[in-house]
């Protein structure tokens, strides 16, 4: 027997990671639990926090406390901006999706375009002045129906305002997506320098990526150069923490 919530939870936590609740699956009720465990329902309870805390469980109401669906999608690294793939029409997120195995078709990832005055952050990587007009292009992409992550693209107007990123058709820009469209234009992506960290969500990123209590996102930012260093494009991403495993493959530098 146990007595403590740490100790509950940690019974719980070996039992799902063992298998004994399978993704999709229902924990007991709380009071079974209690009796299983010798506790009162409060440090069930407590528990139960805790593993939502970590995204294990997600209180579904009117069923109970759920098992959730960890399926992490692998999220390449450099493999997934090979030129080969999009010059041939294979967009990055669907590299990726390639590579876990999974299906996708152009409609998993909706399209917004605007203008709009570039903050801070996309000035100095764009080497404008803040406030400076940029397009936004604002993607979401789903898997299944649910979304797995964001990605918001900033753009000199000069660079791609004859070009299809600025065509707000939901799905990838046709071609090889925006770096296909970028090639095309004469400003053929060389480098990129990608910076990622995680926080906890804001409330609208909470709404936009259905998120359950306590998970975490992941974000990442990314330069995308030419070979002469031109920066034409900054584009920040908000990954689900539980959809994704970011997998980087290289060779190590002398």
Known sequence: MTSGYRDVADALRDAIEAGEYAPGATLPKQDVIAAAHGVNIHTVRKAVGVLEAEGLVTPIRRRGTVVRSRPPMRRLGVERYAKHKWKSGVVAFAADREASGVAWKPGDQTQSVRTVPADDATAA?????????????????????QPTHSLTSYYRPEDVADTPIVDPTPGPVPGGGGFGAL?????????????????????????TLALPAGEPVMILERCTYTADGRCVEFARGVHAASRFAWTYSFTIPD
Request: avoid cysteine; charged fraction near 35%.
């Open 183 to 207: 090639t095309r234009k004469g400003l053929e992506p060389d480098r990129i320098t990608e910076t990622i960290h995680s926080r906890m969500p804001t409330p609208d990123e909470i709404d």
């Open 125 to 145: 990587a764009l080497g404008i002045k803040p406030g400076s007009e940029v397009y936004e292009r604002a993607r979401l992409v789903t898997d299944a129906g």
